[in-house]
């Protein structure tokens, strides 16, 4: 079947509801750190003009000839201040060395006394009052600089929608959020927060019920913002979780502080018509047989290779999507000849029945190799075992 617009979006919509397709489709989740360093960019440049960053990738996809389905915004999307964790950030060329990969920092950026404001007026307006605070910056200056990212935002996300369509790829676009567990254990820092849940876990339980409803309303709102509609786009929104599996937790920790909340996210944004993609980094094996009670055929999962991704079909096999799994390792040190033969048993196995989207271990690698991207892209291309 010839690629084009209509069949790339049909392919992945097919893997999205657990369908069958002619072929299996993949999709490259990259940012601009392969690009950059591929393109000779260095990664503090990317940061004083974001615009490099949008070139390189684009340029990168052009010479892979596209993938099935591309985050409209590019390189250019920026981190929204109220959706994600309040931590300390190490900016290449500013904090960090001219080329470094941007950092972020394990510390205690807040006390267990702000978790009474919390509790008493929510999460968007403590974070109005607090990140000012975090920051050093007069209130005034926060908001605009908020009001001026989101304009930012909203200029890539349309400029994408234009784009990539018109070189006959679908898109995906809408915004991330970080359910409370993770919230609170990058704000807290890992060990605080650890040690919280155990010291006082019903003031910790309190907090999340009181910040749960506001993060829906972010995740909701970041889905929306992009404005996609069909036949060409899929309003999305990430849940960024990485740290309320059973890599870093037992099952009771995992029922009580980090399932409830990641339901009644993902609940509230397949009511909107919102695709939820749940980011699993580390490994989450042992935690899927609970994404039985999410809504069937409505999100997908993206792995990022430490969790068994062929155990995770087993148990999601005709319930949920799965994207993933090729490694950032087999990228940047394997060759093109081992990624090909990955891809194919990934194919093989995941792909079988459909509900697969062939992908990267949670993102391309800044050291990826150009040629094993091609391997990966070319294989989903031309092996088409269950077409």
């Not at 690009?35 to 052009?62: N, W």
């Amino acid at each position: 079947m010839e690629d084009n617009l209509k069949t790339r979006m049909s392919r992945v919509k097919a893997a999205i509801r657990l369908e069958e397709s002619d072929r299996t489709p993949v999709a490259l989740a990259m940012d601009y750190k392969f690009p950059c360093r591929y393109k000779g960019i260095t990664q503090g440049q990317h940061f004083r003009d974001r615009s490099l960053g949008t070139r390189a990738m684009r340029e990168v996809f052009e010479e892979l000839g596209g993938w099935d389905i591309v985050a409209a915004g590019g390189a250019t999307t920026e981190h929204r201040d109220l959706v994600e964790a309040p931590m300390i950030i190490k900016v290449p060329g500013k904090d960090i060395g001219e080329d470094e990969v941007i950092q972020w920092e394990e510390a205690e950026v807040f006390s267990e006394k702000e978790y009474d404001r919390i509790i008493e007026v929510g999460w968007i307006e403590f974070m109005k009052d607090f990140y000012p605070r975090f920051r050093g910056w007069d209130p005034e200056v926060y908001h605009s600089r908020i009001k001026a990212r989101a304009n930012r935002e909203m200029e890539a996300l349309k400029e994408g929608q234009s784009y990539f369509p018109d070189r006959g790829f679908p898109i995906l676009g809408g915004g991330d959020v970080y359910p409370p567990l993770m919230m609170l254990s990058c704000s807290r820092s890992m060990t605080k927060f650890t040690l919280d849940i155990h010291r006082m876990p019903d003031k910790v339980q309190a907090v999340m019920d009181a910040m749960v409803d506001d993060l829906t309303k972010l995740a909701i709102e970041g889905g929306k913002m992009a404005g996609l509609q069909d036949p060409w786009g899929i309003p999305t929104c990430t849940l960024i979780m990485e740290r309320g599996g059973a890599f870093y937790f037992p099952l009771k920790v995992f029922e009580r502080f980090e399932f409830p909340y990641m339901k009644k996210i993902v609940e509230g944004l397949v009511a909107e018509g919102i695709t939820p993609i749940l980011h699993f980094d580390q490994d989450w094996t042992t935690n899927m047989p609970y994404l039985l009670e999410l809504p069937k055929g409505k999100f997908f999962i993206q792995l990022d290779s430490k969790t068994d991704i062929f155990k995770a079909k087993e148990i999601l096999r005709n319930h949920a999507c799965i994207m993933g799994d090729v490694p950032p390792a087999l990228l940047s040190l394997g060759t093109p000849d081992e990624v090909a033969e990955y891809c194919r048993k990934l194919i093989d196995a995941v792909g079988a029945g459909g509900g697969f989207i062939l992908g990267v271990g949670c993102g391309v690698p800044i050291d990826a190799k150009f040629d094993n991207l091609k391997a990966m892209v070319d294989t989903a291309r031309d092996y088409y075992p269950h077409g």
